[in-house]
């Protein structure tokens, strides 16, 4: 079992930036994706971004020139940053792991909370 720790969510007015980071009890490497998604209150969870196995990256449209999803394998470890931030970017933040199409991992979830 892979065990996700999701840091860096907080508080912060619109404009302002901030880096989430998700680190893995084991190995990432070989994952097949590494994502980021979130869940604003009464919403449905969705997906912010993701890089796949082949290195591509996609992004949710309303993130595209403000959101980064980079990731370190030597560290296990995914990261999102976030920049010039909206009052709409107000979620709990997840990451998500996907080794398989049958073992998929996710952090318990990060509160990132902009004012405006």
């Known amino acids: 079992q892979l065990q996700l720790v999701e840091s860096g969510g907080g508080s912060v007015q619109s404009g302002g930036s901030l880096r989430l980071s998700c680190e893995a009890s084991?190995?990432?490497?070989?994952?097949?994706?590494w994502g980021w998604y979130r869940q604003a209150p009464g919403k449905q969870r969705e997906l912010v971004a993701l890089?796949?196995?082949?290195?591509?990256?996609d992004y949710a449209d309303d993130v595209k020139g403000r959101f980064t999803i980079s990731g370190d394998s030597a560290k296990n470890a995914i990261y999102l940053q976030m920049n010039d931030l909206k009052p709409e970017d107000t979620a709990v933040y997840y990451c998500?792991?996907?080794?398989?199409?049958?073992?998929?991992?996710w952090g318990q979830g990060t509160q990132v909370t902009v004012a405006s």
């Open positions: 890089i796949k196995r082949d290195g591509t990256r």
């Open positions: 084991g190995s990432i490497f070989s994952a097949i994706g």
């Open positions: 998500k792991i996907t080794m398989s199409r049958n073992s998929i991992y």
